[in-house]
């Protein structure tokens, strides 16, 4: 069966400091890859997705980057964190022809 | 622009009566349809897809297609309290680039 998992899963971090959040897939391969971003209340902000290694495309310019260094590694990643990027984030896989999309259990990100 | 519409809500119900969900979408190009469930804190967990018009019913959960109508819904039979959680309803579009839209969801609490 397939697994998605996602750590930290909790983060505090000032402003102006990087970010690294990280995201696996186990017992699948080639699967979508994507970032999606929730704040207080709100619904799902699609940032990045990734159809295979190296491949990135981003839904929404921010100063936030992503990268797929392997075929189930997905990485979110900042420069010099922003009070606005507080927030639920959460990576998804996606598979087959429909795109049925699985989500791991999310990193919440406060930014003081 | 593709869209997909839900009543934020709150929606709620008494337990062990219908609950009904509904979304609607704006793309006819559209060949699948999810509804996942998202507890307050958590991740999105999906509980229903649907691909063709008709009903599909999987346990407590019913799930409605009109393809016609762009209209898809949810309903919950025996509605528990362990149901109120935030609902939302999901589309793939079949027209190239990122195809699948959340949409913001809908607050259903169920009161015991």
């Known amino acids: 069966s397939q697994t998605i998992h996602q750590w930290p899963a909790t983060l505090v971090q000032p402003v102006g400091s990087p970010l690294s959040l990280e995201c696996t897939v186990e017992g699948t391969s080639n699967p979508n890859l994507y970032w999606y971003r929730q704040a207080a209340g709100r619904g799902l902000q699609l940032l990045f997705y990734s159809v295979g290694i190296g491949q990135i495309s981003s839904e929404v310019p921010q100063n936030l980057s992503a990268s797929r260094p392997q075929d189930r590694q997905f990485i979110l990643s900042s420069k010099k964190l922003l009070l606005s990027d507080s927030g639920f984030y959460l990576c998804a896989w996606g598979r087959g022809s429909t795109d049925t999309q699985y989500f791991g259990p999310g990193t919440r990100l406060t930014v003081l | 622009q593709k869209e997909v519409e839900q009543n934020s809500g709150p929606l709620s119900v008494p337990e062990g009566a219908i609950a009904s969900l509904n979304c609607t979408y704006s793309?006819?190009?559209?060949?699948?349809f999810f509804w996942y469930r998202q507890y307050s804190g958590k991740s999105p967990e999906l509980i229903m897809s649907?691909?063709?018009?008709g009903d599909k019913e999987d346990g407590r959960f019913t799930a409605q297609l009109n393809k016609a109508s762009q209209y898809v819904s949810l309903l919950i039979r025996d509605s528990q309290p362990s149901d109120s959680a935030t609902y939302l309803c999901a589309v793939f579009f079949d027209t190239g680039g990122f195809k699948t839209i959340f949409g913001a969801g809908t607050r259903l609490f169920v009161k015991a």
């Open positions: 793309d006819r190009v559209s060949q699948s």
């Open positions: 649907i691909y063709s018009n």
